[in-house]
């Protein structure tokens, strides 16, 4: 079945403690994203990734790290997390001649206390 | 910059048709994505327009204006299933707000 996987689900932790969400894709997607999304204020680009070994920021980078060191893999690495991360995060994929079409992890709740 | 403005919240009856909004300002256009995300869940794709024109998938249908920079999507013969928050988008990088849409018996 194609789709984007996302781990964890859920996850509560503290401030400054670095974590990573996994995404992996196994539609051999070039392009991948991660959002936030958060309420009243939609979805936002964290960062992107046009291809292997190719990362740039979106709209909201900050505080945030991405790696693409295989095509299907995106972590979304988060160093010295603090509360203002506390949001839904999503991984996302498509392919480049159909960027339109974004395939969506099932997302991962963050809470940073 | 790149910016959409659609209605946070529309209420509709079971049965009948809605219209969801999108105007949007960007100076460079490749096209508006509609997607779909219930509650709890992940937006899922729904329609896109790249030219002037309605595009129909089903029930759904999405409708594009380059000069008046303004789309819409219209959903027929709703059903409950229907209520969820509808977002229009320039991909890959910016998402309108989302229009929550509450179908009503």
């Known amino acids: 079945e194609a789709q984007v996987t996302q781990n964890p689900r859920y996850l509560i932790t503290v401030t400054g403690k670095k974590l990573t969400v996994t995404c992996s894709q196994n539609m051999n997607h070039e392009y991948m994203s991660w959002y936030r999304q958060d309420p009243g204020l939609g979805l936002r680009q964290i960062y992107y990734s046009m291809n292997v070994e190719v990362t740039d920021k979106g709209d909201v980078p900050e505080g945030y790290k991405v790696s693409r060191k295989e095509k299907r893999n995106f972590p979304l690495i988060l160093e010295s997390p603090s509360p203002n991360q506390t949001s839904l995060y999503f991984c996302?994929?498509?392919?480049?001649?159909?960027?339109?079409?974004?395939?969506f992890g099932s997302g991962t709740q963050l809470s940073v206390l | 910059g790149q910016s959409l403005e659609q209605p946070s919240e529309v209420t509709a009856v079971e049965g009948a048709i809605v219209q969801i909004n999108c105007t949007y300002q960007?100076?460079?256009?490749?096209?508006l994505s509609w997607y779909q995300q219930h509650d709890g869940g992940a937006p899922t794709f729904l329609s896109y327009?790249?030219?002037?024109g309605l595009e129909e998938t089903g029930r759904f249908s999405s409708f594009l204006s380059r000069s008046d920079s303004y789309g819409y999507l219209l959903l027929q013969e709703l059903q409950m299933k229907d209520s969820a928050s509808y977002f229009c988008a320039f991909l890959p990088l910016v998402f309108g707000k989302g229009t929550r849409l509450s179908v009503i018996a």
């Open positions: 960007t100076s460079g256009f490749y096209g």
């Open positions: 996302a994929s498509s392919s480049l001649g159909e960027g339109e079409k974004l395939f």
């Open positions: 327009n790249a030219l002037d």
